[in-house]
Structures are given as C-alpha cells and as structure tokens.
C-alpha cells in the first residue's frame, strides 16, 4: 500500500494556499496545520479538517468496508487530537461504486458508527455520490479550550521531541484500527506545556521535518531512542512508513522531565518515548547515532504520489 | 452526463442518518436539509455543507479543470444560499490523478480562486490525495441569522411555490458555470417570511417531493407555469434533468402576492417564477394541465446511480 501524503502534495497545497486570502475574520490558523482553527467564543476556538480516504490509494480494493469506515473517523480524530481538542461532528462525503452499494454502506456505516460512539462524534452531514472507485472523505469539527491549542509552529529552541508510541510497518493493518490518541494528547494539553504538536502521518522522517520548519528551527533525533513498533521492519521502517497516526510533541527540558516523572511513578498509564531535540543551531532533520555522530534525513522513501 | 442523486442516494443517507446519534449538543438540524445547522452564538447560526464532485459522474473526464474547481465552490455556496445564509470558509479535498497532476491543481486553483473572490469565501484547509480519477470534495461554514433561517420542513398548506429562475437543460453546460443565488435567497430572507426553501440539484419533481415530504405536504404544480429554460427540451426536462441550482421555496399568499408587486414594481432587478401550491390535501407532487386535470408525477428519470 502506497503511503498518501507526500513532499509533492505539500509543494501543491502550500501553492494552493498563497493562492487563497487567509487573512479572513475570524480565522486564527488556516491551511499549513493539522486543522484550521476559527474563533468560537472567549474561551474556545472551533477546529475544522478534512480527510479523504481513496480506494486503491489509502486502502485496498478488496478491505473489509467496515474497517474503512472506521479509519475515516479515527484519521480526522487523530488531526482534531494533534491540535488538543476534542471531535463533536462529522459530515461524510462517500463516492460509491454501483456494484454492490447497499452492502458498502451498511458495512461502512457499521465502522463509522463504532468510531463515532468510540470518540462521542455525532454525525450531523453527508453526500452520497457514485464513483468507480470507493472516497470517503470526512470533514470534522472539534473543540478546543484557547489556552490548550497546540499548533506545529509552536517548538523552541532546546525542546524535547517525543512520540506516543513505537513506529513502523503500520501497512500490515495497524492503519486502518489504530486509536487515534485523543486520551494521550488531552492528558498532555492539560497537564503539560506543549510547545508544537502534530500527529504522525507520513512518518517521522517528514513530519517532524514540518514540525521544526514550520517553528523555524532544526532536528535531531536519536537513533536508539526511536521506538520500532513490533511490525516495523527495523529504523528505516520507523522514520518513513508513514500512517502511524501517533503524536509528534515538543516540550521544555523541565515538562519533559515532569512528563517522564508522572510515567515512571505510574500517575499515568500512557507512554511517551523522548528521541530527541530541537535546535536552533541548523535546519532539517538529522539522525544522531550512539557515538554522536549525525547525517541528515531527506524526506526519505520515494513518492507514491 | 448523468445526474448524480437519485432515490436511492436518499434512501441510503435515510439508513445512515438511522444509525447516528442526532441529538447532540449544540446540532439544531442534522441529516436531512442542505446544511447541518449548528448553535453559534445568540443570535446565529452556523451552516455546514459538503459536496463531492466526482470525474466521470459529474463533469466528462476531459472537461476543463477550471470550470470543475468553479463548481465545487458554487454547489456548496447554493447549498448555504438555500438556508437562507451567508458562506464564510471552504475546506477542500482532492484526489488528483498523478498524470499531469500539476496542471490538473493549477487550473482547478484558478477555478476555486474565482469562485471563493466571487462569494468572498476563505479557503483555509485542505487535503490532497492521489486518486485513479479526479475527485472534488468541498466542506463549506457559512453563517445566518437566527430569525433567517429557512428549512425544508417549514411550508404550509396553500403556500404558494417559487422557483429563481428556469429550469431544464443544464447539462448542456450551465451546471459548471451557473451563479448559485445567494443574492435571491439573502433578499427574500431579508425581506420576506419564507416558510420552507431548498436548492435544485435533482429536478424540481424530486426535489419538490422531498420539501412536501419535511413539511408533512403534498404538493401541485401548475403545468402551464414551470418556466422552462432555453436549453431545456420541454416541460419534461424542467421536471427531470437537475442540477439546475435555482432555489425553490415557499410563502403564504399575502407574502407570494407582495413578493411579486416587488418584482412588478421594479423593486428588484431578480425574476422569481409561482409554479404552484403546498396543501395538506393529499401527499406527493401533482402536476396540473390548463382544465385542472391533476395527474401525479413519479420521482421520474432512471435512476444514474
């Protein structure tokens, strides 16, 4: 299976985005980050994404159109998470093949629906459309309290980078029943100081490389404090996969040691694996290993796009 | 080209609306108007739409991306316009097929652009995403009034039925190119009480079936005054072809009579058309010839989907 987003789909959207008059009232974050933000009230902000799920693409012709309709909610939880909200609607866009109908939506409606009592999202929308090919694209509002936004540009100088949980070989099926890490990115939003925050959807390697461009800084990561998950063929796998939709964060040295404090004394069940820093003294991403010395990361694997 | 909903569109988001949770806080209509309807602030609404285009279902594969990326903002403005609201942000998502995927974007850009500068909408998200054919999906926010907010369900027996403009023929190249009307449908919120209102994307037979249906109505439509466009191949095609995106809405008699000494006096420059009446009579849609002869009309065509 392909992995979706590449360098090229960010090269269109952000042409896309100059294109567009951001400036608009009420807008607080428009295209570049996991979600748009807008204004809600004095307090909250409304967070808004879209995800499209293509068949061939993003899943294979032939997988199970309940495990589909589940990833489609859990992929646009995952981004609402990464800003540290909470999801509350979803509106549906499903292009559907001719053949067969009636079994894809039940069974698709079956996944959505357990994603959707799994993470308290009300299902308020949809279009319903042929196509030769199964879409499912899912736009999604959330909710975030002002003071617990959380957005790519916020890392500093010196952060600490961690990760949710271990990386890699998510294309064996992890990618279509993970859980989102909605539980994880509150419990850091209103515990913690998270300066930058996104979730991991084109693997390490790139997305950490958005992270730190867009705070204006550079990376270097540990090669032996990157967490392989079982699956993963080895590092490589780890930094570039892709779709492990675990969370990327940044924090001061002090919440990064307060952080690891509360695990190690069991406050929390979650883990949270440090693997490296932010800095301000070169850009791009780079791999340091055991004896310190670094190479820099391209944006690794080859474009499926 | 065929025309996308149909029946059996229905009848699925019927079953899907079913299995969701409809009653959650904050939703004022979900499934089943134009737009979801969610709480804002005292005084408005916000309105939430998605639209999917899908190549080979609604525009020919060799159609000018422009004029695609022109539609995909303008189906979702006429969906807002139809609540009787303004359209404020766009999110887009795109499956682009990798050959000439460049200037597949930058045209469809062009479109987009021209569009959002023509209804002063902010794009502010998107998602990019391979795909075997071009898919447009466009999730829009608008905003209304409270005290201009005009659903389906609100038509009353003996109102009198409108339409914005004539009907028929679109496919011939007004479904890519039409103005959605948002100045239509501003002025007659602000100006009149509009019990029940709705776009045109299916045929007014259809579609007026489903306002009668969310009013709990039947519906009889004078034969002799559906205006039929100049593409349009008789009466037939009026009733039949959508994607027409004209509006179709309902008042009382005294409203219906000062809407149209507005139109004769010259208070407004737009044209807006009776073409029968709401009444509580029976159920379904009746057409009536010039003797009063009352036959019912089927939701009529063959289903495309």
Chains 1, 2 share one sequence.
């Not at 293509?54 to 032939?62: D, G, I, L, Q």
């Not at 999801?87 to 866009?93: D, F, I, K, T």
């Amino acid at each position: 299976m392909a992995v979706p987003k590449r360098d090229r789909e960010i090269a269109i959207v952000e042409r896309l985005a100059r294109r567009f008059r951001m400036k608009a009232a009420g807008v607080v974050v428009g295209i570049g980050d996991d979600t748009a933000v807008l204004r809600r009230d004095k307090t909250s902000y409304w967070l808004l994404s879209v995800d499209m799920l293509v068949e061939s693409v993003h899943f294979a012709p032939r997988e199970s159109r309940e495990r589909i309709g589940y990833k489609a909610v859990a992929v646009s939880v995952s981004d609402i998470a990464a800003m540290g909200g909470v999801p509350r609607y979803a509106l549906l866009s499903v292009g559907l093949p001719r053949r067969r109908a009636e079994g894809t939506v039940a069974a698709l409606a079956n996944g959505i629906s357990r994603a959707a009592r799994m993470f308290d999202v009300a299902v308020i929308g949809g279009d319903t459309n042929r196509s030769e090919r199964l879409v499912v694209d899912v736009a999604m509002v959330g909710v975030v309290e002002r003071r617990f936004l959380v957005l790519r540009s916020g890392g500093r100088d010196k952060d600490v980078l961690f990760v949710s949980g271990p990386l890699g070989g998510s294309q064996s099926g992890r990618h279509l029943s993970f859980v989102p890490r909605l539980e994880a990115a509150r419990y850091l939003v209103c515990h913690f100081k998270v300066h930058a925050m996104m979730d991991l959807s084109d693997g390490l390697a790139r997305d950490l490389g958005r992270l730190a461009r867009a705070s204006g800084l550079g990376a270097v990561l540990d090669e032996e404090r990157i967490p392989v998950h079982r699956n993963g063929r080895g590092r490589a796998s780890a930094l570039y996969d892709g779709e492990d939709f675990e969370l990327l964060f940044s924090m001061s040295e002090t919440e990064a040691e307060r952080l690891l404090g509360q695990v190690r004394r069991g406050k929390t069940p979650l883990r949270f694996y440090p693997v490296g820093r932010l800095t301000r003294r070169f850009r791009g991403v780079w791999l340091s290993d055991k004896k310190g010395r670094r190479r820099r990361l391209g944006s690794g694997g080859f474009s499926h796009f």
